[in-house]
């Protein structure tokens, strides 16, 4: 399966309604800063009781060199968000060809992983024999596997909370019970994905929590399967789950997310992971 990066990753990370609230914020503090060090220059003046242009220019020129300092923590306390990065936490992938068969696994954009198992950069990407029931074999150490797993950093990650759910963190477990039914995942994999990020979630009052679309999670990182002929695999079903989650304090009003179910049948991949903004 291989699927074409159209999106542009510069400021991707911004949904539209994010990008606006951004520039709204920035603007805002802006004429607040300057409104700021317009009044303690006023303030300054009155105290020190400046009669004379020289000293109402010099005046000026020390507070500003008090206030630029915070002027950049300021910015750079907007701009944050921008140039961090995410990690996609614990992408793990299970295969399920209709019959067994030896495959060529890679990832688009290898640059961006920063964790694998197997070791993906060992033979430039993942060599396995797949059976039906899940079960992989490396064919370069001969170790049997179960899942390939991978992780990696990501700049351009829509972190918009635009649609979602608002979860309380004890009701974590059976939110997710649900969510992943719905997703397409069974219950081996529905297990694996609870036990590791329930922990994280219980832990907090309450979770926005939102699914990244399969459409999207390929346009991050496209995964790529190749037969033994070097041939591209065009797999039946295809279902990629990216949990994107921010802990909160409090029940905020969010649009529900529509999940659409997929059917799985024929040779089946199925991949899941997650990441906190």
């Known amino acids: ?23 709204i914020k920035i603007v ?7 409104i700021l060090i317009g009044f303690i220059i006023r303030y300054y003046c009155k105290k020190k009781k400046c009669s004379t242009d020289e000293a109402l220019i010099k005046l000026r020129k020390e507070t500003c060199k008090s206030i630029v300092p915070l002027l950049i923590v300021l910015f750079l306390i907007i ?18 060809p209709e019959e067994e068969m030896n495959l060529q696994v890679t990832l688009k954009y290898p640059e961006r992983i920063t964790c694998s198992y197997p070791n993906y950069f060992s033979n430039d990407g993942w060599n396995v024999k797949a059976f039906p029931n899940g079960d992989l074999v490396d064919l370069n150490s001969g ?8 992780e990696g950093e990501f700049k351009d990650l829509d972190r918009s909370m635009d649609e979602g759910f608002c979860v ?27 036990v590791y990020w329930l922990p994280k979630l219980e832990s907090n009052k309450y979770n926005f929590i939102r699914f990244v679309t399969t459409e999207e999670f390929n346009r991050y990182m496209p995964l790529i399967l190749k037969d033994s002929n070097e041939e591209t ?3 039946d079903t ?17 649009e529900e997310q529509v999940i659409n179910s997929p059917v799985r049948q024929g040779f089946t991949v199925v991949e899941w992971g997650g990441t906190k903004i």
């Open 143 to 150: 170790r049997r596997l179960y899942s390939l797993y991978w």
């Open 238 to 254: 295809l279902i990629r789950v990216l949990m994107v989650y921010k802990p909160l304090n409090h029940q905020i009003d969010v």
């Open 1 to 23: 399966m291989d699927v074409i990066y159209n999106s542009d990753p510069r400021y991707a990370d911004l949904g539209m309604a994010s990008r606006v609230l951004l520039i």
């Open 168 to 194: 309380k963190g004890e009701d974590s477990a059976k939110f997710l019970e649900e969510k992943l039914d719905m997703l397409g995942l069974n219950y081996k994999e529905a297990e694996e994905f609870i």
């Open 79 to 96: 701009f944050a968000p921008i140039v961090v990065s995410w990690t996609f936490t614990k992408p793990i992938i299970y295969i399920y």
């Open 28 to 34: 805002s503090y802006v004429i607040a800063a300057a």
């Open 233 to 235: 695999i065009t797999v």
